[in-house]
């Protein structure tokens, strides 16, 4: 089992849309939780952390599950411009390595 | 940007060869973590670099091997390439080993015919 799974998409809705990503990790002893954004050819970027008690930016609004292991990112009122890959991406506790583990990336495609 | 760099951009080698990438970290960060991403994969975890010393590792062979220097600046060398090494080779730099933003460069492709 991987250790960071995700929907690979992709995800092709209209400009406007709600869309949903989901992402499940398999160690519970994660401590942090992110999702990071990837454009074409381009590096990850950081788009948001994730806290249990859930948080929104903007259009983009993240939670986190501890007891089921699962992470989402809602994206409201989704453009153009929104149209990357989203890579869920988990860091084991304190006292490691900051080792990020990254999940496959949900692919997003947004449309006229 | 973030202010991390890597170098070359793009790189072409055949099996059997040896390939040295460079990052030079954000100023003030004394942490650099690097990654591999094949095509359509996430990046996968290599091995961290914290004040000179390897501090953390992934599932890769020893032919993959980093240094850092005094200034941080880093470098990937694999050895003895293979068709799978092909991908994206990416940086990211940190103050600490613990905090948790790190900032990627841009990346150096590699393809290894």
């Known amino acids: 089992r991987k250790e960071v799974e995700q929907d690979p998409g992709p995800f092709n809705v209209p400009e406007g849309a709600t869309v949903a990503f989901n992402c499940t990790y398999s160690?519970?002893?994660?401590?942090?939780f992110f999702w990071y954004r990837q454009d074409c050819r381009k590096e990850p970027k950081l788009l948001m952390s994730v806290y249990s008690s859930g948080n929104e930016d903007g259009r983009f609004t993240a939670q986190l599950n501890r007891a089921s292991q699962y992470i989402s990112l809602l994206i409201r009122d989704s453009k153009l411009s929104d149209s990357a890959t989203y890579l869920c991406?988990?860091?084991?506790?304190?006292?490691?390595?900051?080792?990020?583990?990254f999940g496959t990336g949900t692919r997003l495609q947004v449309t006229l | 940007e973030t202010g991390v760099t890597q170098s070359p951009t793009h790189l072409i080698k055949t099996r059997g060869q040896q390939v040295t990438l460079r990052c030079s970290s954000q100023s003030g960060h004394n942490t650099v973590s690097w990654y591999q991403q094949a095509l359509g994969q996430g990046p996968q975890f290599i091995f961290q670099?914290?004040?000179?010393?390897?501090?953390g590792r992934g599932n890769f062979p020893p032919r993959f091997s980093g240094l850092q220097f005094p200034n941080y600046s880093s470098e990937l060398n694999v050895n003895a390439l293979e068709l799978d090494d092909s991908a994206l080779y990416l940086c990211?730099?940190?103050?600490?080993?613990?905090?948790?933003?790190?900032?990627f460069g841009p990346g150096t492709r590699l393809l290894v015919l």
């Open positions: 990211a730099s940190s103050l600490g080993t613990v905090q948790e933003t790190q900032y």
């Open positions: 160690n519970s002893a994660s401590q942090s």
């Open positions: 991406v988990v860091k084991p506790g304190t006292g490691t390595a900051s080792k990020l583990t």
């Open positions: 670099y914290y004040r000179e010393e390897e501090n």
